[in-house]
């Protein structure tokens, strides 16, 4: 599939040591924008926001980070910020966006597309969103189980 690097999106590179690389307008416009909503359109149009339709994310690997090392500021830097916060944007929408928020849905996701010529139901998606939400909330009470 075509990708877009995120930083055309942007305009900005990675920065502050890759700590700041999704969290822009450009990018959680296009995964929140809702598409029956004229006002969300004209605002994406305005300010130049493409609609993002599917998003897949593949977090920090915080847990195998914590089980080989104990060194503090390893672990904290593998502490994702943007990836659950596009995860979690994406699912919100799901009305209009497939997220991916695992591995383990990624051969789901390409029989889904095949199969359907690229096309997801409403009730695929909403199953989709629930399993990323879930995926978010088992990363979140590893990283408070860490603290």
Do not use: W
């Amino acid at each position: 599939m075509p990708c877009v690097p995120v930083e055309s999106l942007t305009s900005y590179p990675s920065i502050l040591g890759g700590r700041v690389k999704t969290l822009h307008p450009s990018v959680f416009g296009g995964i929140l924008g809702r598409r029956d909503q004229p006002t969300d359109m004209e605002e994406m149009a305005r300010f130049q926001i493409p609609e993002i339709d599917l998003v897949i994310v593949d977090l920090y690997p915080f847990e195998e980070t914590v089980a080989s090392t104990k060194e503090d500021k390893a672990i904290i830097e593998k502490i994702d910020v943007g990836g659950p916060s596009m995860i979690r944007s994406a699912a919100k929408n799901h009305k209009d966006v497939v997220v991916i928020g695992s591995k383990a849905e990624y051969s789901y996701l390409e029989n889904l597309l095949d199969e359907q010529k690229g096309e997801t139901s409403l009730e695929q998606r909403r199953r989709l969103a629930a399993r990323a939400f879930e995926v978010c909330a088992h990363y979140d009470v590893v990283i408070a189980k860490y603290f």
